[in-house]
């Protein structure tokens, strides 16, 4: 069952109460009105507005704040064992930043890495990732566990990979070993940061496109209401309003994805 957090109900309940003051107070007008055989349309309009308001903005607000669902639960080692090579995994760490950056573009997430290699009975599975502050190989494990709480979301490409795309994921993530991490967030840099480093694997090995690359600009007008202080400090005062990036939370509502699993994973 959907549960809405605290925010979203005490914005419901003010806009629930002034538009149903304003409702009442137009038909109570428009009622006196009647029985005193003098034009009325006044109150019946806005009585009518109000109702039509107080209908569009539970509609707008429902759409545009997060809801959050239970989470699921599930150990590490069955998530690990339903992984292929190819899946894109979503997390969430605790380092101020990158708390900064889910803040930024609305998204729990701010954190993904790419399944490179299945889990076998040896092994467990292995997730490229650009991090800092080199780009690497990680076992799934120890990706999971550095995420806040524990949640994780599994997302698979809608169009299935043959077995030559899933051996050109695995080269297309060899090749981005080593590389330092780009703490400016630029998509033309020759660094590599997060979602920049799963995109490119992705579109190498299937011709795929993950997420909508755009510049600060663009990113920051989706959340008008953000402080934007942080991000000033992290550029020295300048915030480059026309670089293009691409952050985890437009690869996580990237259409060409479908959830596999999101949830709470533990030991």
Not at 53 to 62: E, N
């Amino acid at each position: 069952m959907l549960t809405i957090n605290r925010t979203i109900k005490r914005t419901i309940n003010r806009t629930i109460t002034r538009t149903s003051d304003a409702a009442h107070s137009g038909l109570t007008r428009f009622s006196q009105r009647r029985n005193a055989k003098t034009p009325y349309g006044g109150g019946l309009i806005k009585a009518c507005s109000a109702a039509t308001a107080l209908c569009i903005t539970i509609a707008s607000v429902a759409q545009e704040l997060p809801v959050q669902t239970p989470p699921t639960s599930i150990s590490r080692a069955q998530l690990a064992s339903q992984l292929e090579v190819g899946d894109v995994v979503f997390i969430r760490v605790s380092a101020l930043p990158f708390k900064k950056v889910a803040s930024a573009t609305l998204s729990w997430t701010n954190h993904v890495g790419v399944v490179i290699a299945p889990q076998t009975a040896e092994h467990d599975a292995q997730i490229g990732e650009s991090t800092f502050p080199l780009s690497k190989t990680t076992s799934f494990s120890h990706f999971v566990a550095r995420s806040e709480g524990g949640r994780v979301e599994v997302s698979r490409l809608k169009t299935a990979l043959n077995d030559t795309q899933k051996l050109a994921i695995q080269s297309a993530a060899q090749k981005r070993l080593g590389i330092f991490y780009d703490t400016g967030f630029n998509l033309h840099s020759k660094r590599q940061f997060c979602s920049r480093y799963v995109r490119e694997v992705i579109k190498d090995a299937s011709d795929i496109n993950l997420g909508e690359p755009e510049n600060f600009t663009s990113l920051l007008s989706h959340n008008p209401e953000l402080d934007l202080s942080f991000w000033r400090l992290w550029y020295f005062g300048n915030i480059p309003w026309q670089r293009i990036t691409v952050s985890p939370a437009s690869l996580l509502r990237s259409p060409a994805l479908r959830s596999q699993f999101d949830g709470v994973v533990h030991s």
